[in-house]
């Protein structure tokens, strides 16, 4: 279990690291959902009700798109010089890697989400209506669902031609329980309509059934040809 | 040839691409603390063997044998150096290093500067490895290959693009590591380097083992009559 934390928190560090010095995915992720916000003003002129049933929609469609972003970039880092080869060689555990790969993700879209919600909240005029710490589950589940799966199917696409196109094609359909849970909840909380406590359940179940999925099949994925 | 200290066995060792057979039940066994050389024409399996050798292509039928054991399980005893760098280009060459050696459970830097130094680089140099010459990315990439102190060693191509000054360094390296008892492999087409130093050539045609001297002119010319 050490050897597996320490693998994880060297793995993590070092993609903090290269993050760091290239920023390839974090300004193009915040470019790309800074855009949608602002397209999105233009687009819609809704009233303050209005907004409160729509934002969730917007929101989390946004964050999912810029999380792609992020995924691709997760795995492209280690096809330069082949570096995955020299994991794929060494007895670190392939689960390791799995997991550093994910709470990177984690971060990123977490760090995005964290600087995009003030300006969603002032672009739309938005006030939660309902109890707005529920949105703290919702945000912290529902990112975790979208980077586990998203880390676990850009591997998968690493070795395909079109592998960009490839992810959103297997992530989407397969996100749509976690999307519609988190839209749902944050509507729930922003027009007051009641709990969320129902939609944080059934993203919590999510995340344990993929989370384990993901864990399982990912040593197959690794060593995959 | 067989060889009563083998350190590696290969039994009709079949490895295909689709249809395409890049190893064709090549069958083998290899002495240890010798320096073997693989030739042979583009196409010709050497690199689809290493990359078996290392765990990284799992054969479609037939069995490796390394050290009695699978060689995903040998993974300690071998240290695999690519065509490419295997390492980050945004990082220094201490910091490629301190990663890697976290993987193989090896703490603190010592390791580390001592094989960095052993491949006459520096390792204090700040430098990340994306900046370095071909010729000091080939050393730094033999570093991280021979970091946890292996018994084998698998080497694609060492030498391309370096220039010959570099490649010789890189050769004398090889023997002393051959000297202290290293079993060595090494994929090249620039045999001519080697003479002297390596142990044994192995030619390979086709997917198979077709012939292997201890003169690489013998091997040579016999793979030239077929």
Redesign the interface.
Known sequence: MS?LR??TA??LA?DI??EW??RDAINSMLFFSLLVVVIFSFAFDPNAEESREIAGGLIWVAFLFAAVVALNQTWA?EL????L????????PATALFVAKALGNFLLVSLLEALMAPLFMIFYNLRPLGPAWQLIPVAILGTWALVVNGTFFAAMSLRTRSREIMLPLLLFPISIPAIQSMVEATRVVLSGDGSARFWIVLLLTYDVVFTTACLALFETIL?A? | MTDSASIISLSNLIKQFGRFAALRGVTAEFAAGKFHVILGDNGAGKTTLLRAL?????PTRGTISILGKEPHDA??Q?G?M?H????????SGM?NLR??A????ISGDARCEQVIRSVRLDPGLARPVGQYSQGMRQRMSLA?AILHDPEILLLDEPFSNVDVHSAQEIVGLLKEMRDAGKTIFVVTHQASLLQGVADEFIWMQAGQIVDRTADFHAGFSTVGKQ
């Open positions: 050897l320490s693998i060297a793995t070092k690291r290269l010095r290239s880092r330069r010089n082949q570096v080869d020299a994991y794929r060689v060494s007895p670190a060593q040809e | 290392a765990g990284l292509a799992q993974c300690r071998l695999y690519a490419p760098s295997l390492l980050y280009d945004e990082m910091e990663y890697f976290r993987l193989y459970e991280r």
